[in-house]
């Protein structure tokens, strides 16, 4: 039943964050916001609402490692699981944007979370205010340069939604919110049962099982973009969902409720594995292909995934 929880929980977070982006990019037309900056903004905020809900859920019931799991295993499979696999499929190109910009920022983001967790093992209101304001001064500046470059990466926008009426915006919100309000609790609830039925730290089940639950949409989206050959991923795209959960998810999770971790391995594995994952990206962006993200490396990507996995659940 543990598990039957765990994936009606993670159904109703999809189906309720689908619903948050829509009414959200149709509150943002109807608030005459332009596509740029919702996308930048909006989508990017409303596509962390899952997170975000399961960790705070997890922060409030007590399980601070379920939060910590959550992201760090979420950015983990970012990368080893949908990177890895959609350049197994279709080759990526990767712009300068990437390197110049993005991973920059958010390997200062992830080394910020590091020093954090080992600056008293916790997570503070102090410290996840410096996360989210880390995060609000990143998308000024986002807007500020998107304004002056027409190649700024942003997330996709659905220009029908322009014409959606507000009783619809009103109900999807209420949809949206109650799927995720549930889905968080399911989540939490079967999954800390679960690990007590299988005598493992909660801590096993998020940085795993939830991270690879809450990356499916992404990775479906992704490898039926490749299989049609259309534009399968955006690194871009890729990299500021990392910068969004890290600033926006435990930057306010910890604002509400501050992140006390709870097990050793959390800073001595997980943190590192995450560190890892997100700077194995550069040396792949240039070597032995500039700038393409090709077959060979997706699988070596992946083959790292399996690696972090088998590691995480049997050792």
Same mark, same amino acid.
């Given at each position: /039943?543990?598990?039957?929880?765990?994936?009606?929980?993670?159904?109703?977070?999809?189906?309720?964050?689908?619903?948050?982006?829509?009414?959200?990019?149709?509150?943002?037309?109807?608030?005459?916001?332009?596509?740029?900056?919702?996308?930048?903004?909006?989508?990017?905020?409303?596509?962390?609402?899952? *997170?975000?809900?399961?960790?705070?859920?997890?922060?409030? &019931?007590?399980?601070?490692?379920?939060?910590?799991?959550?992201?760090?295993?979420?950015?983990?499979?970012?990368?080893?699981?949908?990177?890895?696999?959609?350049?197994?499929?279709?080759? +990526?190109?990767?712009?300068?944007?990437?390197?110049?910009?993005?991973?920059?920022?958010? /390997?200062?983001?992830?080394? $910020?979370?590091?020093?954090?967790?080992?600056?008293?093992? &916790? =997570?503070?209101?102090?410290?996840?205010?410096?996360?989210?304001?880390?995060? =609000?001064?990143?998308?000024?500046?986002?807007?500020?340069?998107?304004?002056?470059?027409?190649?700024?990466?942003?997330? *996709?926008?659905?220009?029908?939604?322009?014409?959606?009426?507000?009783?619809?915006?009103? !109900?999807? +919100? =209420?949809?949206?919110?109650?799927?995720?309000?549930?889905?968080?609790?399911? +989540?939490? &609830?079967?999954?800390?049962?679960?690990?007590?039925?299988?005598?493992?730290?909660?801590?096993?089940?998020?940085?795993?099982?939830?991270?690879?639950?809450?990356?499916?949409?992404?990775?479906?989206?992704?490898?039926?973009?490749? +299989?049609?050959?259309?534009?399968?991923?955006?690194?871009?795209?890729? !990299?500021?969902?990392? @910068?969004?959960?890290? $600033?926006?998810?435990?930057?306010?999770?910890?604002?509400?409720?501050? %992140?006390?971790?709870?097990?050793?391995?959390?800073?001595?594995? &997980?943190?590192?594995? /995450?560190?890892?994952?997100?700077?194995?990206? @550069?040396?792949?962006?240039?070597?032995?292909?500039?700038?393409? /993200?090709?077959? !060979?490396?997706?699988?070596?990507?992946?083959?790292?995934?399996?690696?972090?996995?088998?590691?995480? %659940?049997?050792?």
């Amino acid at each position: /039943m543990n598990i039957v929880f765990i994936l009606i929980g993670l159904t109703l977070l999809v189906v309720g964050g689908e619903f948050l982006v829509r009414s959200s990019v149709g509150l943002s037309f109807k608030l005459n916001l332009s596509k740029m900056v919702i996308g930048l903004t909006v989508v990017s905020f409303a596509t962390s609402a899952p *997170e975000l809900l399961v960790s705070l859920q997890a922060a409030l &019931d007590g399980f601070s490692d379920i939060s910590l799991g959550n992201i760090m295993g979420s950015n983990i499979a970012n990368i080893g699981l949908v990177l890895g696999t959609t350049a197994v499929i279709s080759n +990526l190109e990767i712009d300068s944007d990437f390197y110049k910009f993005n991973w920059p920022v958010m /390997m200062i983001f992830s080394l $910020a979370l590091y020093f954090f967790l080992m600056n008293g093992e &916790d =997570i503070d209101r102090l410290e996840g205010a410096a996360l989210f304001i880390g995060l =609000i001064l990143y998308l000024i500046f986002l807007v500020i340069r998107s304004r002056k470059e027409k190649n700024v990466v942003t997330e *996709e926008v659905d220009e029908n939604l322009k014409k959606v009426s507000w009783f619809k915006i009103i !109900i999807w +919100l =209420i949809i949206g919110g109650a799927a995720l309000y549930w889905g968080s609790q399911l +989540l939490v &609830d079967g999954s800390v049962a679960l690990a007590r039925t299988l005598g493992v730290s909660e801590r096993v089940i998020s940085v795993t099982m939830i991270a690879i639950g809450t990356s499916v949409p992404e990775l479906a989206a992704s490898v039926i973009a490749a +299989l049609k050959k259309e534009r399968a991923l955006s690194l871009g795209n890729l !990299i500021g969902s990392n @910068i969004f959960n890290i $600033a926006s998810v435990l930057g306010l999770t910890a604002l509400i409720k501050p %992140i006390v971790m709870q097990s050793q391995e959390v800073l001595s594995k &997980d943190i590192y594995w /995450m560190l890892g994952f997100s700077f194995i990206l @550069i040396p792949l962006a240039f070597l032995p292909k500039k700038l393409i /993200m090709g077959r !060979i490396k997706g699988i070596f990507i992946l083959g790292a995934y399996a690696v972090f996995l088998y590691f995480t %659940i049997f050792k």
